[in-house]
């Protein structure tokens, strides 16, 4: 793709808007999102025909309160409980639900909260999402961070007490390029000792080459499992490929990385089959590498800059409720991020329940953290911001609230030899 459909300019070319119409209006004018594109990696696996065969099948209507009832005494949750404690059928029964899910949180994570921090390093990006706030189609400002800009928002969030990061980048291979992103994650490790990455999936030998250079794990956010409704909302770019996107975590963990994160948007389809999808994509993966640390986030779809083109399915907060503490019951060992798209009195909450990792000092624009953590306007242009953020608080304000619910926030529990 050529960068004429991303740059900084006021109006898109003539081409690009008869493209960007052939785009929403063609269905056969667009890539076949089933099909590989050169370069990309197919491994061999059956994970994805077992998730997929499961989601299909799921007819949530069918559930009953007495399947609910059972799968609440169960001492193990089958997949068969897990789509009980999914289904409607549930919503009734959601306290003996966060009373179950809380006692395996506090068995397994004890009254621990993980803290960490997003880093946007670029917000170029190459695909045409229709939800999303960076697509290369959105009239937003666009923004590629110097090495020597990383470093100074890296030792601004450090100097915080911060010791997690969470490097996120456009999907814009030609703007942030693997080597880019291996040298953003040499510079976190001088000063994190966990280094996440979230960016445009990548091939194993690659990921084997980010994991050298520092990162640890990877979240890849599937967005919907919904095929079909994967094809409507990603009209452009490398990210419509859908089992490429699928199988990102596997080729992570084949790469040697210690640990991946799964995630849904929630509201982009329909939740529950989603929802569903994703515990299943963490259970067979767990099952294949018991030796990777998986984890889980929750987020439900959330405003962006020129958003015309979308409304969301309805997730309410007893539904989101409901769908973290099924996650638990079914996933006791998997640690679940709930981010600050979420506002503070549910974050606040549902860490006392299910939820093991929340974000604090969050800002999801490009180059704005001096500003954000120490109230200085730095002279750099900012740019644009991926979508709202609903919880603002800063790590020292995260940090005193959740010791004030008595749980114990954690910077960091690894230790590099």
Request: hydrophobic share 35%; aromatic share 10%; charged share 25%.
């Amino acid at each position: 793709m050529e960068n004429e459909f991303f740059v900084d300019s006021k109006h898109l070319s003539e081409e690009a808007r008869k493209k960007k119409h052939r785009l929403e209006t063609e269905p056969s004018f667009r890539q076949n999102h089933m099909e590989y594109l050169p370069g990309m990696e197919i491994i061999d696996s059956d994970v994805c025909e077992k998730v997929m065969s499961q989601m299909n099948s799921y007819d949530y209507s069918q559930y009953t309160a007495k399947d609910v009832k059972a799968a609440l005494e169960h001492d193990s949750c089958s997949i068969e409980d897990l789509k009980a404690l999914i289904s409607p059928a549930a919503e009734p029964f959601l306290e003996q639900m966060a009373q179950r899910a809380k006692i395996e949180t506090s068995k397994h994570f004890g009254n621990t909260v993980y803290l960490f921090t997003p880093l946007y390093i670029a917000n170029y990006c190459e695909n045409y999402c229709v939800y999303c706030g960076f697509n290369c189609y959105n009239h937003i400002n666009r923004m590629k961070l110097t090495m020597e800009q990383i470093e100074k928002e890296m030792k601004i969030i450090a100097d915080s007490g911060m010791e997690e990061i969470l490097i996120l980048t456009g999907e814009s291979r030609s703007m942030s390029d693997v080597s880019y992103i291996g040298e953003a994650c040499k510079l976190a490790r001088k000063y994190f000792r966990m280094v996440g990455l979230e960016i445009y999936p990548v091939n194993t030998e690659e990921y084997h080459y980010l994991h050298e250079c520092g990162a640890d794990y990877v979240t890849v956010f599937q967005e919907t499992y919904d095929s079909d409704k994967y094809e409507q909302l990603h009209l452009l770019g490398h990210k419509r490929i859908w089992p490429y996107r699928f199988d990102a975590q596997e080729r992570a963990l084949m790469g040697g990385m210690r640990g991946v994160a799964f995630s849904a948007l929630l509201g982009l389809s329909d939740f529950r089959k989603d929802a569903l999808a994703s515990a299943l994509h963490v259970y067979y993966l767990q099952r294949k590498y018991p030796h990777a640390e998986m984890a889980l986030s929750c987020p439900r779809l959330r405003p962006i800059i020129n958003n015309e083109k979308i409304n969301p399915l309805d997730v309410h907060e007893k539904q989101l409720c409901q769908i973290i503490c099924a996650y638990r019951i079914f996933l006791p060992y998997v640690g679940i991020t709930v981010s600050s798209r979420e506002s503070a009195e549910f974050r606040n909450g549902i860490v006392k329940i299910a939820a093991t990792k929340v974000s604090a000092g969050v800002s999801t624009g490009i180059g704005d953290h001096e500003s954000k953590y120490n109230g200085n306007e730095s002279e750099d242009a900012h740019g644009d911001e991926q979508f709202e953020i609903d919880d603002n608080r800063s790590l020292q304000k995260m940090y005193q609230d959740i010791a004030e619910e008595g749980l114990q926030p954690v910077l960091n529990d690894y230790l590099y030899l």
